[in-house]
């Protein structure tokens, strides 16, 4: 069964450091698709970064860079110099469980960034 | 500008009564979802509908009823029969390979 693993409830980081959040999956289907989502205590999901089980590179938007290791099954999240706006949950979440669009996600349980100045 | 609206942003339920929670679109998506997430824990899939006039049971449907008659809307009741209704429910859109959309939630309590 498809299954989507994140290992830190929580985590803290130092303003201005980078910080590394673990991922780990688990299918049989070749073709995936990862994701990262923060939820701000508001609670809107707010998309972060995403990685096709095809592409060679690692996916990178502004602060954030996915560590994706396919021989591993981890899609880890890097968030590159920390600012007190990134404190908030991550998820992780895969795509192609259900087939069809990409939308049909599973999630991970989350972690829990806290910023501090 | 476009988006997803859900409402209300909170809801209360008497033990017993049917619900409905609305998400509306103007993004022109073909899909949307629907996704229930409990404290602490990550989000599970409801239902989901690709196209309008069909929608597929996700992981949780049971106690659960959705309906597609407009490509920007789809409801979502909670029926009497769902044991454990509280949670913060999510509506979500997305069209071919984009990443889905997410709205803001409706926080449904139980009274």
């Known amino acids: 069964a498809q299954k989507i693993t994140q290992t830190q409830p929580g985590m803290f980081v130092q303003e201005k450091e980078a910080v590394t959040l673990d991922c780990t999956y688990d299918?049989?289907?070749?073709?995936?698709?990862l994701f990262w989502y923060k939820q701000p205590s508001s609670g809107e999901m707010i998309f972060l970064i995403y990685?096709?089980?095809?592409?060679?590179q690692n996916a990178t938007e502004g602060r954030y860079s996915l560590n994706f290791q396919k021989a591993r099954k981890s899609a880890n999240l890097v968030i590159s110099a920390s600012q007190l706006g990134d404190s908030a949950m991550y998820f992780c979440a895969m795509s192609g469980v259900y087939g069809g669009s990409q939308g049909n996600l599973i999630f991970g349980k989350g972690t829990k960034l806290s910023v501090k100045p | 500008d476009g988006g997803i609206t859900q409402s209300p942003k909170y809801l209360f339920r008497k033990e017993g009564q049917n619900v409905t929670l609305s998400c509306e679109q103007n993004l022109n998506h073909d899909a949307m979802y629907w996704y229930r997430q409990d404290p602490g824990q990550g989000l599970r899939l409801i239902y989901y509908s690709q196209i309008v006039n069909d929608f597929q049971k996700g992981d949780i449907a049971e106690g659960y009823s959705v309906s597609r008659e407009k490509k920007e809307s789809f409801p979502l009741t909670v029926t009497s029969a769902q044991k454990n209704p509280t949670a913060f429910y999510l509506c979500?859109?997305?069209?071919?390979?984009?990443?889905?959309?997410f709205g803001q939630g409706t926080r449904l309590t139980v009274v």
């Open positions: 979500a859109s997305s069209i071919g390979p984009q990443e889905p959309f």
């Open positions: 990685q096709g089980s095809y592409d060679q």
């Open positions: 299918t049989s289907d070749p073709s995936y698709g």
